[in-house]
C-alpha cells in the first residue's frame, strides 16, 4: 500500500462545478504539500499545510491531522483548472516528500 | 521575484551520450532539489543540497548521474552515460529553508529529456 493515496485518479467535470480531490496517508507528518502539474511539466505549489484550512483564490485546501486526511477543493472550476493535482507528505521521521500519483482534472466548458 | 530557471527545456539524444542540466534557484534559497519524474509517476528525489554541501544522493544512480552545486547558488545535473531509461523530466526546485527540507519548496519548468 502506498503511504499516500489520491482519489480521484481521474476526474472531469463541467465548467463551474465544485471539485474535490482527496489525499490520505498512512505516516506521521510535519506538513502536508498540495501542487498542481500543467502538461508542459512545470510544477506550481499550491499549499504547504500543518493545521487547519488554507485559502487562496478559489482553491481552499484543508488536513485533518487526526484522520490523516486532507482535501483540495476547487470552487467555480474552470478549464484552465484542467491539470494534475499532486499531494506530497514531509514525514516526521525524514526531510523527503513522500508523494501521491496525482489526479488527472479536466474540466470541459 | 524571479523563479526557478532550468535550461534547457528539451533535449534528445542517443543513449550513452552524455547530457548536462542546469538550474538557478530563486535568490537567497538555501536548499536545491533535483527530481526525475517518469511519465505517469510522480517525482522521485536524485539529490538535494544545502548550500553547496549534499544533503541526501541516497536515489542518484552514481555510477552515471552526477550533481554539483558549486557557491551555493546555480547546480548542475550531469548524466554520462545515458541509457532509454533516463528519458524523463528533470525537475530542479528550490526552497527558502535553512533546515534542510522544511518551507515550500519552487519548481522550475522542467527539462523533458528524450534517449533514443
Partial sequence: KNEVEQSPQNLTAQEGEFITINCSYSVGISALHWLQQHPGGGIVSLFMLSSGKKKHGRLIATINIQEKHSSLHITASHPRDSAVYICAVRPDSNYQLIWGAGTKLIIKP | ?116
Fill in chain 2, 1 to 116: 521575484e524571479a523563479g526557478v530557471a532550468q535550461s534547457p527545456r528539451y533535449k534528445i539524444i542517443e543513449k550513452r551520450q552524455s547530457v548536462a542540466f542546469w538550474c538557478n534557484p530563486i535568490s537567497g534559497h538555501a536548499t536545491l532539489y533535483w527530481y526525475q519524474q517518469i511519465l505517469g509517476q510522480g517525482p522521485k528525489l536524485l539529490i538535494q543540497f544545502q548550500n553547496n554541501g549534499v544533503v541526501d544522493d541516497s536515489q542518484l544512480p552514481k555510477d552515471r548521474f552526477s550533481a554539483e552545486r558549486l557557491k551555493g547558488v546555480d547546480s548542475t545535473l550531469k548524466i554520462q552515460p545515458a541509457k532509454l531509461e533516463d528519458s524523463a523530466v528533470y525537475l530542479c526546485a528550490s526552497s527558502p529553508g535553512v533546515v534542510a527540507g522544511t518551507g515550500e519548496q519552487y519548481f522550475g519548468p522542467g527539462t523533458r529529456l528524450t534517449v533514443t
